[in-house]
């Protein structure tokens, strides 16, 4: 009797482990995210008021063409991003493969930017990438008079430079996860398939590239997240402009909510995008948990 | 003959073509924070006159010294200094304790299954995905009834709050690549829970410390919108503390001691990457991340 | 025994410190070079009266960071004594019931005496007083290099028509016209200054004030918008996303001629070495003449369980409306004092006459407050207002266009 008991105890230790974990989950972020369901039903406006309106604000939302610009910037920006960052990380992670000389220096420089905050290098990024200050003029002076690189003041060009900054930040991050990948590929295949005359090349695109698919799922996910919670770099970069033609949800969300005390209708915007999010992450996660 | 000359011409070509491709992504990762490093070291005029790409006529460090313990931050004139100690306060218990947390957590989904941990781990790692934005409010007025409001705890604990879906998903994933079978035979000797931990996994455990450590610094270090929110002048963070320094809404800007401040603000995060970058990289291969 | 003994003194002397002086904590975004001076100025003023002042600065977003962490801190329980918080938002604030009454403060001062009345209501809750104003900034300036405008055989323009005249020139002499930077408060500013030179103070009333909806649908909006159409014209394309100061520095430095933007901007001149009279000119936006758009900044005062806490919050009331501090703030922070009968030695010229201005402008209605610097309608109106004025100045929308969604925007909000 006492056995089982003690037994019983001891299999539930794992559980005590993280119940605390548990409990937070469940009140700071699945209560809040009811919270905030609530608050985007209301009429609330500087701080908030439980004055009930029903579907109002996100009927507002649905008809604000400011939100779907939100929308198909963050749809652009996050695809261009996530795929630019693979794209340059997978180079870079398969180029210092190689064997090159000074890996670890150049593996330092592509990843630090990482550690960086954009509250710290974003007045940089608005001098280089603005045409009469920065790359433009520099280019211009050294001779090449036609040149000109003026997207941050271009209203359709804009987002891209937004692309730009965030792909400095955070491809080194992808290079290293790209690259511990590939240095666990057993090396046998691939010498297998040297010998069958394949080229390199073809090697990496049919052979080691596939091997890697976890990774790049991984990636993603670390992607689309920085990419969702894209916030401080557009603040500092465009703030939104020129006009409204960079804005993202997550700053659409903060500005209706604090700066023009509309509370509810940040929150109903905030349901939008959390929705969102898990259209795109709940697969994700279903796959994950069914590999294992 | 003929075929191998070839073949080490191509090689050699192509050994020029990586490096030159490598370099050229060294220098667009470089590129700002040279422009950042040469700014701070011109005077002001040199700045509104110039290229901001030329080296500095007159180096001088005065902007570095005036960011650190002179510039007006607010109603006081001490620099960034004081602020930068509120980050450390806030920064080393938070990322101590959401690692050690997240090991347990990590240890547990990995190897102590139980009916519903995937299920579980699934709703953690979905919190990640959260706009802060969204709990700000709500957390004020928890920490207002827990009496944590503007205080240094309270920021900790919401670093903690929302820093351990990702340090449980960084031990978890490391933890899964470590035998089973190990942990198997251990429960055969009789080992619990806690032995297991600390006798097996622990000592293994190092490079996925550092990287949740480096990962939850950066992310810490770096925070904002928390430190802006949940602080007051006795806590705030070097972030905001900078934030401060570089807006102004009719003064004049000081670029120079701007730019000084913000390489002073990034200088603790930078300096774990380029020291312990080694250990980074070494915790991700062995599968912090797959 | 010396070493516990000293730290003993120590902590007594921390004690008595902390009991000193009650902490009166003070949220603004005035955190950096002349404004944070102008603000530590406070801070020493109370100090000297027996109080201690806490600072929260939280800069950012033309105070949209201050704002959420104001709101965070009246949702924890414990707002700052005084926050800094303008026009119509002080109604918003004070519609909740979280207020302090300034009443006695502003009887025991005289303030109804010294404020003037177009001034008064805005700090005022159901006639009662809930706010402190600390300084008056004039925006429908034009700043001037008269070395580009000679260059460039131009004169200075009094109306659009003859702005269009001289911008021509200048543009064919090689210059910019406009030094403009491409953010939507500053194109508001612009624009808000357009609107009252073609409309005249009647009709900004009712339009960016009243939004009466048939004003803001009118043919004058309409011209308004082609007038900001024209004037875009003449700016440079690299205008969007830079910050006003880099645009005044195109002015002091001689590459572009004008700049439309606050007071403030003589503040950029002056560091430059830069002489009002010679280097350069303040003169008012065309058409604008006699008119005056006022940004006051302001303290709203929170309700404080302490009764000490209350009393030093009516102390730096009280701090704020005397002339002492209202000359030295001002002077730093190139603003002019709110109240009237403050001594006009410290003050240079431009300060003088937009103090002058004032006190004309007040008789004749057409002191006026700006949409774009939140003293006119609520945030939420004056965001809807920014994204129209925004998208036009961003693309070629018609100016006809431009009116009707203003007109929806504002009924939108409303």
């Known amino acids: 009797m006492m056995k089982s008991k003690l037994k019983y105890l001891e299999n539930s230790i794992p559980k005590f482990v993280v119940t605390p974990t548990f409990l937070i989950m469940i009140i700071f972020v699945y209560g809040f995210i009811m919270w905030n369901f609530v608050l985007s039903l209301t009429n609330s406006k500087l701080l908030p008021m439980y004055n009930f309106v029903g579907f109002k604000q996100y009927i507002e939302l649905f008809g604000s063409s400011k939100w779907w610009l939100a929308l198909e910037n963050l749809f652009i920006f996050s695809s261009l991003f996530i795929a630019s960052c693979i794209a340059i990380g997978l180079l870079l992670a398969i180029f210092i493969d190689q064997k090159i000389r000074f890996e670890g220096v150049f593996r330092t420089i592509y990843l630090y930017p990482m550690a960086l905050s954009f509250i710290a290098t974003g007045t940089i990024w608005q001098w280089m990438l603005n045409p009469g200050l920065g790359l433009q003029k520099f280019v211009v002076e050294m001779g090449f008079k036609n040149f000109t690189f003026d997207w941050l003041v271009d209203t359709k060009m804009a987002i891209y430079t937004i692309v730009i900054a965030a792909v400095w930040q955070s491809t080194g991050f992808v290079m290293i996860l790209l690259l511990a990948g590939l240095r666990g590929i057993n090396g046998e295949v691939i010498n297998a398939a040297k010998i069958d005359g394949a080229s390199m090349p073809k090697i990496y695109w049919k052979i080691i590239i596939p091997q890697l698919r976890p990774v790049f799922f991984s990636s993603i996910i670390i992607l689309l997240h920085i990419a969702i919670k894209t916030f401080d770099l557009v603040v500092v970069m465009t703030k939104g402009g020129p006009g409204y033609s960079t804005i993202l949800p997550s700053i659409f969300m903060y500005q209706y909510s604090f700066s023009r005390n509309k509370l509810a209708y940040g929150a109903s915007s905030a349901m939008i995008m959390l929705l969102f999010v898990m259209i795109f992450v709940v697969p994700y996660l279903y796959n994950e948990l069914r590999k294992r | ?290 | 025994m010396t070493k516990f003994r000293r730290i003993a003194g120590a902590l007594l002397l921390l004690g008595s410190l902390s009991l000193f002086g009650t902490e009166v904590e003070v949220l603004h975004w005035w955190t950096s070079g002349g404004e944070a001076k102008a603000v530590s100025e406070l801070k020493n003023e109370l100090n000297a009266n027996g109080y201690t002042w806490k600072d929260f600065a939280v800069a950012g977003g033309n105070g949209s960071n201050a704002m959420t962490a104001l709101k965070s801190r009246v949702m924890a329980g414990n707002p700052p004594a005084a926050a800094q918080v303008k026009g119509p938002s002080i109604q918003q604030w004070a519609e909740l019931g979280v207020l302090a009454n300034l009443d006695d403060v502003a009887k025991a001062n005289n303030w109804d005496k010294l404020l003037p009345k177009q001034f008064q209501k805005i700090f005022k809750y159901k006639g009662h007083y809930v706010a402190v104003p600390v300084n008056v900034h004039k925006i429908n300036w034009m700043w001037v290099n008269p070395a580009v405008f000679r260059k460039a055989g131009a004169q200075i323009p009094t109306t659009w028509a003859e702005f269009k005249v001289a911008a021509d020139k200048i543009k064919k002499a090689g210059f910019i016209p406009v030094a403009q930077g491409g953010q939507p408060w500053q194109e508001a500013t612009i624009f808000e200054s357009i609107v009252l030179g073609i409309g005249g103070p009647t009709f900004y009333q009712k339009a960016m004030v009243d939004l009466d909806a048939k004003a803001l649908g009118s043919d004058t909006m309409k011209k308004s918008f082609d007038t900001l159409r024209m004037i875009k014209s003449y700016t440079d394309k690299n205008a969007p996303g830079r910050d006003w100061n880099l645009a005044t520095a195109m002015v002091y430095k001689g590459k572009a001629a004008m700049q439309f933007m606050g007071d403030w901007a003589k503040g950029e001149f002056s560091v430059a070495g830069k002489h009002v009279g010679t280097d350069y000119l303040a003169v008012d936006v065309p058409q604008t003449s006699g008119s005056y758009l006022f940004n006051i900044d302001s303290f709203i005062m929170f309700k404080q369980k302490d009764a000490d806490k209350t009393k030093g919050q009516k102390e730096l009331a009280k701090l704020i409306l005397k002339n002492k501090f209202q000359t030295i703030f001002n002077v730093l922070k190139g603003s002019v004092p709110v109240i009237q009968g403050v001594p006009r030695a410290p003050f240079d010229d431009i300060a003088l006459r937009s103090m002058d201005e004032i006190n004309a402008a007040a008789y004749t209605h057409s002191l006026l407050p700006s949409l774009a610097h939140q003293m006119a309608v609520t945030d939420a109106i004056r965001g809807a207002v920014f994204d129209v004025i925004t998208k036009f100045w961003n693309s070629d929308e018609s100016s006809s266009d431009a009116t009707k969604a203003l007109v929806n925007a504002v009924q939108n909000e409303k």
Request: overall charge positive; glycine content about 6%; aromatic content about 14%.
């Open chain 2, 1 to 290: 003959m003929d075929v191998i000359i070839k073949e080490k011409n191509s090689n050699k070509i192509s050994r020029i073509l990586i490096y030159l491709v490598l370099s050229i992504f060294a220098i667009y990762f470089l590129l700002p924070v040279f422009v950042m490093i040469i700014t701070s070291l011109k005077d002001i005029n040199e700045i509104k006159n110039g290229n901001i790409l030329s080296m500095p006529q007159h180096f001088t460090i005065q902007p570095w010294i005036d960011a650190w313990q002179n510039a007006r931050i607010g109603a006081s004139a001490h620099g960034i200094k004081p602020y930068f100690i509120n980050s450390i306060m806030i920064t080393v218990p938070a990322v101590l304790i959401s690692s050690i947390i997240g090991s347990f957590n990590g240890y547990v989904f990995a190897k102590w299954k139980f009916k519903g941990s995937d299920l579980f781990f699934a709703f953690l790692l979905f919190g990640c995905f959260i706009p802060f934005q969204v709990i700000l409010l709500p957390m004020s007025q928890t920490l207002g009834k827990l009496g944590l409001s503007q205080s240094v705890f309270g920021l900790i604990f919401v670093h903690i709050v929302y820093g351990i879906s990702f340090t449980s998903l960084f031990f978890r994933n490391f933890y899964v690549s470590i035998p089973t079978e190990l942990i198997n035979a251990a429960k055969i000797d009789g080992a619990g829970f806690f032995r297991i931990f600390f006798k097996i996994l622990l000592p293994v455990s190092l490079p996925i410390f550092m990287v949740c450590i480096i990962w939850q610094m950066t992310q810490i270090w770096n925070d904002f919108l928390f430190g802006v929110t949940f602080s007051d002048v006795s806590t705030q963070p070097v972030t905001v503390a900078l934030n401060n320094l570089v807006n102004s809404t009719s003064s004049v800007k000081r670029y120079n001691i701007d730019m000084a401040a913000a390489l002073i603000a990034v200088a603790p995060t930078l300096i774990a990457y380029i020291v312990s970058g080694k250990y980074f990289v070494k915790g991700l291969m062995a599968g912090a991340v797959k």
